[in-house]
């Protein structure tokens, strides 16, 4: 199975700051990376997803970007962060179509 | 658009007894349903995969049931522990994007 390492665990920024979250993939090549939002008290929200090398797909429109800059890492920014992006950021991925996904630790983001 | 439906949205239950979690999805073309859970300030962790074209997996005291016709998934968890209790979440494959239900948190007392 995959391993996610996703890093900060936490991470605290001001209003207008920019953000980097970093995750990394072991255990496959080329995996399908998704970046998902869990709000407090809502479900998963599916933000970007990474099929195929350099195909990034957007699922809702935001002030927040996503890049793979190499197999299996994936990387979710901003450029200035909003009070509404707080929340709870979670990596995901899979090995292809039908296939079990598994999911890092998440980081758990709150702008102040 | 895949909508995931699980209720109840909380379920506490007394040591020893089964538990049952519901899932329904609104779109029957799905790849798979998985079953994960997840512990407070966590991420998830992956309990069943199961393929559209299967009618239930089991591991250990987990089995989950999935009928495509009607949208519904099962998780059957036999003999709960404390140790059982976290949030359970579903999520229907559709199109290679995963689509998540609210979840169901669920307390098991000793």
């Known amino acids: 199975s995959q391993t996610i390492h996703q890093w900060p665990a936490t991470l605290v920024q001001p209003v207008g700051s920019p953000l980097s979250l970093e995750c990394t993939v072991e255990g496959t090549s080329n995996p399908n990376l998704y970046w998902y939002r869990q709000a407090a008290g809502r479900g998963l929200q599916l933000l970007f997803y990474?099929?195929?090398?350099?195909?990034i797909s957007s699922e809702v429109p935001q002030n927040l970007s996503a890049s793979s800059p190499q197999d299996r890492q994936f990387i979710l920014s901003s450029k200035k962060l909003l009070l509404s992006d707080s929340g709870f950021y979670l990596c995901?991925?899979?090995?292809?179509?039908?296939?079990?996904?598994?999911f890092g630790q998440g980081t758990r983001l709150t702008v102040v | 658009k895949q909508e995931v439906t699980q209720i109840p949205a909380a379920l506490s239950v007394p040591e020893g007894e089964n538990l049952v979690l519901n899932c329904s999805f609104t779109?029957?073309?799905?790849?798979?349903l998985q079953w994960f859970r997840q512990d407070p300030g966590k991420g998830l962790t992956s309990l069943l995969l199961?393929?559209?074209?299967?009618r239930e997996q089991t591991s250990g005291r987990l089995n989950a049931s999935l009928d495509k016709s009607s949208g519904r998934s099962t998780l059957y968890i036999a003999a709960s522990q404390p140790g059982d209790s976290a949030t359970y979440l579903c999520?229907?494959?559709?199109?290679?994007?995963?689509?998540f239900g609210a979840g169901t948190q669920v307390v098991v007392t000793p």
């Open positions: 995901a991925c899979n090995r292809g179509r039908n296939t079990e996904a598994f």
């Open positions: 779109d029957s073309a799905i790849y798979n």
């Open positions: 199961i393929q559209s074209s299967q």
């Open positions: 999520a229907a494959d559709s199109w290679g994007k995963f689509q």
């Open positions: 990474s099929v195929g090398i350099g195909q």
